[in-house]
């Protein structure tokens, strides 16, 4: 088995690395990776003192129902690899791997 691979226009290979993981206990919600994500791959979630999740909107201002806010991964599928997320999160909670072809 090996890793999904490209040929860029330049002719050099390129290896994306797709998201896997996002350590919630590192995390701060600071919803910087939402915003660099150009693919709908993240949800900002608040989780309340009984370990309940609920959709949190970065950008927005309501009233905190939740005691903490973590970015979480809602639709895997939808990455290409970029790394964006993880170069921009200022506590390293991200994994990246290639995928397996
Ligand atoms: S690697 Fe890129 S596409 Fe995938 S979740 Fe991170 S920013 Fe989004
Ligand atoms: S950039 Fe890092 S710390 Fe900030 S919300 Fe994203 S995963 Fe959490």
């Known amino acids: 088995m090996s ?6 226009p330049s ?12 350590n919630e206990e590192k995390c701060i919600g600071c919803g910087r990776c939402f915003r660099v994500c150009p693919r709908g791959v993240l949800e900002l979630v608040g989780l309340n003192d009984e370990g309940e999740r609920m959709a949190v909107d970065p950008d927005g201002d309501e009233e905190e129902e939740y005691e903490k806010k973590v970015m979480t991964i809602a639709h895997q599928e939808l990455c290409i690899g970029c790394t964006a997320c993880s170069k921009i999160c200022p506590k390293k909670c991200y994994t990246h791997a290639a995928a397996a072809v």
Do not use: E, K, N, R
């Open 3 to 8: 890793s999904f691979t490209i040929t860029l």
């Open 11 to 22: 002719g050099a290979s390129w290896t994306p690395t797709f998201v896997q993981s996002i």
